[in-house]
């Protein structure tokens, strides 16, 4: 099915430890996001990826790290995870300049950092 | 900086009346707007967006409205039905930021039998 996929759907990490989020989008899409969504608050962009091989930090970027591998991937790092990083991530697609602009996001990733 | 807020952060309904969601923005270079919708456990749909050089614009079911001067967004849900138990955010976009978005906090409509 077309769409935005990520993985994992749920993770628990201990402080320090490190691990990647991966999303894919098979839609062909040039840009690509993170987000992070906290009780009470609306999405806030961490990163952003206009294009391929092009990356930019957003509201929150501090603590995480990303990857455009290629067209259709866009990886999250956290290098050692905090607590205050315990949140729902999600990843998004933006069609390319012209299109009837939507954010297509994927049905996110549940993070929890003891 | 500057934000996009909601007035009422849950709204109850009863099956059958209509909606109405309320979303303040304050950065007055923004030009495009969207309303999205957020069910339990799933990332957040497209329902609805307008263009700042509008009014009104009217979907399946949903109208947005837009009022510039006093920087006033709202999403309207005509018949509404327990399916659109939700949360929904509204989303802002300044002229000239291309892609980046900055959203509401949220409204939870509850539709009741």
């Known amino acids: 099915n077309a769409g935005v996929t990520q993985t994992p759907k749920f993770q628990v990490l201990k402080t320090g430890q490190s691990m990647t989020l991966q999303c894919a989008q098979d839609?062909?899409?040039?840009?690509m996001y993170w987000y992070r969504q906290d009780p009470g608050m609306g999405l806030r962009l961490i990163y952003y990826?206009?294009?391929?091989?092009?990356?930019d930090k957003g509201e929150v970027p501090n603590g995480y790290n990303v990857s455009r591998l290629n067209k259709r991937e866009f990886s999250l790092r956290l290098e050692s995870a905090a607590p205050s990083q315990t949140s729902v991530y999600f990843c998004?697609?933006?069609?390319?300049?012209?299109?009837?602009?939507?954010?297509?996001f994927g049905s996110g990733t549940q993070l929890s950092v003891l | 900086g500057e934000s996009v807020g909601l007035h009422l952060p849950t709204l109850s309904v009863q099956e059958g009346d209509n909606s109405i969601i309320n979303c303040a923005y304050s950065n007055s270079a923004s030009d495009y707007f969207i309303w999205y919708k957020q069910e339990s456990g799933k990332g957040p749909q497209f329902i609805i967006d307008?263009?700042?050089?509008?009014d009104k614009r009217q979907g399946q079911r949903v109208t947005v409205l837009l009022n510039k001067t006093v920087k006033h967004l709202s999403l309207q849900i005509a018949a509404t039905q327990p399916g659109d138990s939700a949360v929904y955010f509204c989303?802002?976009?300044?002229?000239?930021?291309?892609?980046?978005?900055?959203f509401g906090t949220g409204t939870r409509l509850q539709v009741t039998l």
């Open positions: 839609m062909n899409h040039n840009s």
């Open positions: 998004a697609s933006f069609p390319p300049t012209g299109r009837i602009e939507k954010l297509f």
């Open positions: 990826s206009a294009s391929e091989g092009t990356t």
């Open positions: 307008i263009r700042s050089n509008m």
């Open positions: 989303a802002e976009r300044e002229s000239g930021t291309a892609s980046k978005l900055t």
